[in-house]
């Protein structure tokens, strides 16, 4: 059973950065697909950025592209979040999520951690 566990989240101001954690218990990255999404006060979940593992491939939603960076330290199983030049409406609860041989991520992804808050704010 695999267990997500975020972290990195807190206050900061406008303009600033943060970095988001998220440990993979018990696995290796190798043919997963794991993505970040975020759900800000009141809205729905929406996908922030997804990476697959056998295709590849990182895609960021057009919201964070060019602010936000995917990373990954294969020997820690740990992926992060690289949010830069943030703003009010990244605000939100951030989570991580994987899929065994996903090439996309959505809402039907198998594990989801329990998400950290961001709250940017001045």
């Known amino acids: 059973q695999l267990q997500l566990v975020e972290s990195g989240g807190g206050l900061v101001q406008p303009g600033g950065s943060l970095r988001l954690s998220c440990v993979l218990s018990?696995?290796?990255?190798?043919?997963?697909?794991i993505g970040w999404f975020r759900q800000a006060p009141g809205k729905e979940r929406e996908g922030v950025v997804c990476?697959?593992?056998?295709?590849?491939?990182?895609t960021y939603s057009d919201s964070v592209k060019g602010r936000f960076t995917f990373t990954r330290d294969p020997a820690k199983n740990t992926v992060y979040l690289e949010m830069n030049n943030l703003k009010g409406e990244d605000t939100g609860v951030y989570f991580c999520?994987?899929?065994?041989?996903?090439?996309?991520?959505?809402?039907?992804?198998?594990?989801w951690g329990k998400g950290t808050l961001v709250n940017v704010s001045a």
């Open positions: 990476w697959s593992s056998h295709v590849g491939s990182t």
């Open positions: 999520a994987a899929e065994w041989y996903a090439s996309t991520c959505d809402e039907n992804m198998s594990y």
């Open positions: 018990g696995q290796n990255f190798d043919y997963w697909g």
